[in-house]
């Protein structure tokens, strides 16, 4: 029985105490520590007996008690505590003393002078709550007595001495804490004039001195003032004033150094401090607010930025209605995390966004695919992200069904069978042949090539030729350059006997294409094409190796076909990565391999322009022609990038003001002269433009439908050459096999539509429509309508021969037409 009351009560104590933090003056030693229950980091103060005395103890036990009684964001959070005869432990929050963190932070001198700004801030409104509220008077303001936690909040401590007694000072029992007792101690006749704050300002001012200087030794020192900052030296010779009547109370002193100029009043306590009363703000103040934030956080240390503004971000979007202006910050913040932090504070905010009706979210969203695709695991990005994000397909915008289109080159990797080789394909098949925006129909091609690599080995031989080649087939002239690249780029995964029956035939269409931009690109194609033809000719044991690359899902396999069979090719057009498993990190707006909307987007309900290559195109540029370099690097070259922070309300500076009356054959020959040799990204920016002159955040989840100005896709003939479409064209089989389910952007005439292939399902490729066999037979109305046809195209040309003619000079970019 004896033993229960004997057993030592530090053995029950509900804290595993770990390694000590460097701590002095003070009768403290700390250490960090856990909880035992839950792992909760905590601080543990511990204080022991010596030399056989109580007074350490009894002081120790003093400011354990005064602790507990209270409660404010500027002072030390009091957690748990054991007391017996021997030692005092004493538990907080997490924290580092003040020099210690001083001295081991390595911060840059602007983030220093701002955290210490806001430190300084919060120990002065820690002394306003004790000596205007608690009527307390701290007695033992000093560095040893300030803490910092790892959100970088300052936090004061040390109130062993705390008293609501003003006319008697406290004996400290550590000799080197004398050096901070105000020279009203020592001059008994000054006492008359003093102030219940007048002790601890004294104390502030030496504060303010040690954090600038290190430990205070001598109080002569407190005259130095060459390393403070100018906009403090005022209050601080205030503080240190021998007068304790003239020396400012604690809220006074913020109300000053809140000034404008003033040490505080900067960046990082403006976003602190409205953080703190966000929930007080109205919604146009929260909007203001997070919009300013992202160019702010370049100002604020980082360990700020994700310990204390991060977590408000979060609840903030969560739980206020200030939309998608969040999301900048947001992701801002979130480079800075490891993956683990990242997928658990970020994640799964971002994961919920994606099912939000808010059309200028999901647009920062898709803009940000790059960076948030590393952080998701495939059975998140298949169960959760991919439904939600397959809605944009089908999106009214323009702008959204494009990043849409691109964030597929992020997520490709991740896809499983159905999603990818299935949903992809059948949205990728409706957006090429029936989109109404070129640069749509552009972009899918390019994203076509750029997946081909991850998609089944099977499902890629029979929709990579059919797909291409229509996009060969396309009005738009970027368009067709887009079709021929990918054929390039994705040479290995076709077998000889398609490379001579179908791509090589269609390829010869376009050596006489109208656009020499075009006819260029197809001729160093061919000649690749023709050069790995010949080498088989030349050794037909090669053309086994081949078709076992053919088959092969790895995209490794390529490395034979650029080694031997089209060197010509590679050399100019792409440089491969073999590796394949990840997309190009880095996004480059002058070597763009696709056509972007507009380099720079502010909103998403302005009207696109069309990218139609017909009479009346005011917007649309072709490649240069003089430019020898052009589409060179094509498996590299990345997406143009999009303006992220969306504020930007001026029209892109890379759009060209054509008159309507201007043909798209002279719209290329007005650039014709441009050559800067960055192939997609600066030449061609006008392909796809979709010029927005609004605020993306002002959109909501209202429905925007693009007004067209153009007929659609659908009412070209896309066979100009008067041939039918291949009997087993992998995308007409999706779109007409599909589109009951799948819905379209816009719909084919009804004079030219085929009939319903309700039946007919996207597997059964070598089953021919009734229009299809049809066609091939040939009939006299439609003769009729090619040889008009015809006839119109060659009056075209020459129209725009005779206007070529007619110009004294190529048009140079900037100039306006008289």
């Not at 009706?357 to 059975?379: F, G, H, I, N, W």
């Not at 229509?470 to 368009?479: E, G, K, L, S, T």
């Not at 650029?562 to 990565?577: D, E, H, L, P, R």
Request: hydrophobic content about 35%; aromatic content about 8%; overall charge negative.
């Amino acid at each position: 029985m004896w033993s229960l009351f004997s057993r030592d009560p530090t053995s029950s104590f509900g804290y595993e105490i770990g390694e000590a933090v460097e701590h002095t003056r003070s009768i403290w030693k700390i250490h960090r520590g856990k909880k035992k229950q839950n792992g909760d980091e905590v601080s543990v103060f511990i204080c022991e007996g010596r030399d056989g005395t109580s007074a350490q103890l009894d002081v120790a036990k003093a400011a354990v008690k005064r602790l507990k009684t209270l409660r404010h964001p500027c002072i030390l959070t009091y957690v748990d505590s054991l007391e017996n005869d021997k030692l005092v432990y004493l538990v907080t929050e997490p924290v580092t003393p003040l020099l210690t963190w001083l001295k081991d932070s390595a911060l840059s001198p602007s983030h220093r002078t701002n955290a210490v700004s806001w430190g300084l801030l919060q120990v002065t409104k820690g002394l306003s709550f004790l000596n205007n509220d608690g009527k307390l008077i701290h007695y033992n303001v000093c560095g040893s007595s300030v803490f910092v936690t790892p959100g970088g909040e300052w936090k004061l401590g040390g109130v062993e001495y705390a008293s609501s007694d003003s006319s008697m000072f406290p004996v400290k029992v550590l000799p080197e804490l004398e050096i901070y007792n105000p020279p009203e101690k020592i001059n008994p006749s000054k006492m008359r004039t003093t102030t219940m704050w007048a002790a601890d300002m004294w104390g502030l001012g030496c504060l303010i001195w040690e954090v600038f200087n290190g430990n205070l030794d001598e109080s002569f020192s407190l005259k130095n003032t060459q390393k403070l900052p100018k906009s403090l030296i005022e209050t601080y010779t205030k503080l240190v004033g021998a007068n304790p009547g003239t020396r400012p109370n604690p809220r006074d002193v913020v109300e000053d150094l809140r000034k404008p100029g003033q040490f505080f009043r900067n960046d990082l306590i403006e976003t602190l401090l409205f953080l703190e009363e966000i929930h007080l703000k109205d919604a146009n103040e929260k909007h203001k607010f997070f919009a300013s934030l992202t160019p702010k956080l370049e100002n604020i240390p980082n360990y700020i930025a994700t310990n204390k503004i991060l977590p408000t971000v979060i609840s903030a979007h969560e739980f206020s209605n200030v939309g998608s202006v969040v999301l900048s910050p947001l992701f801002k913040i979130g480079k800075l995390l490891d993956e683990v932090e990242y997928q658990r504070q970020i994640l799964p905010t971002v994961v919920k966004l994606f099912s939000s009706s808010d059309r200028a979210t999901r647009l920062k969203l898709l803009q940000q695919m790059e960076s948030l695709v590393e952080y998701m695991d495939p059975k998140t990005v298949n169960d959760q992200v991919f439904p939600q994000l397959a809605t944009g397909f089908s999106d009214s915008n323009p702008t959204i069904r494009e990043q849409t289109v691109k964030s597929i080159m992020y997520l490709a990797s991740k896809l499983n069978y159905n999603n990818l080789n299935i949903e992809v394909l059948k949205h990728f098949a409706r957006l090429q042949s029936k989109d109404e925006q070129g640069g749509i129909r552009t972009n899918t091609t390019v994203c076509l090539g750029k997946v081909a690599q991850f998609l089944h080995p099977d499902i890629r031989q029979k929709c990579l030729t059919s797909a291409f080649t229509r996009a060969m087939r396309d009005p738009f002239p970027p368009a067709r350059i887009a079709g021929i690249m990918a054929i390039a780029a994705t040479q290995q995964y076709y077998p000889l006997q398609e490379v001579v029956s179908k791509i090589l035939p269609s390829l010869c269409q376009l050596t006489l294409d109208p656009e020499k931009s075009v006819r260029d690109a197809v001729f160093r194609v061919l000649k690749g094409f023709l050069s790995k033809v010949e080498k088989v000719s030349e050794d037909p044991s090669l053309k086994e190796v081949m078709e076992a690359e053919v088959k092969s899902a790895s995209s490794s396999s390529q490395s034979t076909w650029t080694g031997w069979a089209v060197g010509a090719i590679t050399s100019k057009f792409y440089k491969t990565s073999v590796s394949g498993a990840q997309p190009q990190k880095q996004i480059s707006t002058s070597s763009s391999g696709t056509v972007t909307p507009s380099t720079k987007t502010s909103s998403l309900n302005s009207t696109p322009s069309q990218g139609r290559a017909s009479s009346n195109t005011p917007n649309s540029a072709a490649p240069n022609e003089d430019d020898k370099s052009d589409y060179e690097d094509w498996e590299n070259s990345e997406w143009q990038s999009m303006q992220d922070d969306g504020l930007d309300t001026k029209p892109s500076q890379s759009m060209m003001s054509v008159p309507k009356s201007t043909t798209v054959s002279e719209a290329l020959a007005d650039v014709g002269d441009m050559d800067d040799g960055d192939g997609w990204g600066d030449d061609n920016e006008e392909w796809g433009s979709l010029e927005d002159t609004q605020h993306v955040d002002s959109l909501g989840g209202g429905e925007l439908e693009p007004e067209p100005k153009f007929k659609s896709t659908a009412a070209y003939n896309w066979d100009s050459a008067g041939q039918a479409e291949d009997s087993d064209d992998f995308f007409s089989s999706l779109v007409s096999g599909n589109e009951g389910r799948m819905g379209t952007v816009s719909q084919r005439p009804a004079t030219i539509s085929p009939p319903s292939t309700a039946g007919r399902g996207w597997d059964d490729w070598d089953v021919k429509s009734p229009t299809e066999s049809s066609s091939t037979g040939g009939n006299g109305k439609g003769d009729e309508q090619r040889r008009q046809r015809e006839e119109k195209r060659l009056q075209r040309q020459k129209e725009i021969e005779a206007k070529r003619a007619a110009r004294a000079g190529p048009m140079k970019l900037g100039a306006k037409k008289i």
